[in-house]
């Protein structure tokens, strides 16, 4: 993957750069999802499946990864709405 020089970006026209813009949006967009899914993997896995070589979860399985994503969730609101409340202090 070879990376793209400023002056490169700068010799490009508005329409373009926004397309550009768009696109890394984008993929910043879908490489936060893909974090938050490594993240909930990474702790609700461990805490809720007790049966690895299952093909498939259990109900109880399920509903303790519902469970745990929906907390994770919760907290990361909770701590991203106090983050802003206090900037706008």
């Known amino acids: 993957m070879s990376s793209i020089d400023a002056s490169e970006i700068a010799k490009l026209d508005n329409e373009s750069k926004k397309e550009l813009l ?3 949006e984008g993929e910043n967009s879908k490489q936060k999802i893909q974090m938050s899914v490594h993240k909930f993997t990474k702790i609700c896995f461990p805490k809720c499946v007790t049966n690895v070589e299952a093909m498939q979860l259990s109900s109880d399985e399920q509903e303790c990864m519902a469970n745990c994503v929906n907390r994770f969730l919760d907290a990361n609101i909770r701590i991203v ?3 802003q409340n206090s900037v706008r202090q």
């Open 22 to 24: 768009n696109f890394m």
């Open 81 to 83: 709405n106090g983050l």
